[in-house]
């Protein structure tokens, strides 16, 4: 059951009360030790067990987490689902469990919905933001979609989605999966999304930089998250619109992938695939270099092609700002080897 935070005052509450509230608030339970412990043996080769992660961080800003959560949504065409809770609230994190574990709710998160868990504490966090956003909740966890925009759509209590298995309290995945399926954004579909920065493109007298993605890729957010570092979108601002096709989550999208494959003469290669485009349509250069497909680029002949791809079709980039861009590319390699050797 969803549990409300109760201020206890030992001197007066009645011990009825206090074992009740005991028996509602889920625990483990505590281990008996033998009357004669044995010492353990100790494996020194057993690797040391990584703690585990809190659900909420309760060092965070949620105002923070909520606005970043808002701009990927807006980016992405996603909703951003709040889960209000705490650390101490078993419900909170079975309910996260449920849905890190259970496949298909982890699917539809990732390709739906921007995720941000929400600490309130002892009902004392965070709850000018939960009444800003309309959520009027005395249980917790307790469950707020917005859309793009930071609309609320709908406040959810979870208890409708608690059920037992095997004797064991938990939460029904199916239940959340239909709530979170009856408020997933409406899909975009690919070809007026073009047509958008096709039109922007002609207007600001720029080139299109055309790449296909998918919720799953994880260069295509690697990619993506590097084009939108302030310093490198500032340079890439200068001559293209950036144009991202989610080929799993727009309508149309896989027609207009396999027509940019056929104007350049290439099959699928994986993703992400990008070419750069003019503002009619023509297409001036693609990611498909002499050694296949440059992706996001990280080997030293991806991030050379790359750098001829930018030369064949800027038009106010300089020499020294596309040698700023490769530098990036080869720095992001560089710290990313560092790290794995470090392993």
Known sequence: MQRPFVIVLASILPA????????QQPAPATPVAPATPAAPAIDTKAPAKKAELPVYDEAADARVQVQAALAKAKKENQRVLIQWGANWCGWCKWLAGTMKTDAKLRRELMYEYQVVHVDVGQFK???DLAKELGADFKAIPFLTVLDASGKPIVQQNTEPFETKVDGKDGHDAAKILAFLKEHEAKPLVASEV??????TAAKEQKRVFLHFGAPWCTYCHQLEAWMARPEIAAVLGKDFVDLKIDNDRMTGAEAIYEAQLKAADQ???????FVLLSADGKLLAHSTGPKGNAGFPYLPEEIEHFGTMLKAARQNISDAEIALLLKSLDDNRIAEEAKKAKR
């Open 16 to 23: 009825l009360l206090i074992s009740t509230l005991a028996a």
């Open 125 to 127: 966090k965070h709850m």
């Open 194 to 199: 073009m047509a958008a920065a096709m039109a």
């Open 267 to 273: 099959k699928g290669d994986g993703i992400p695939w």
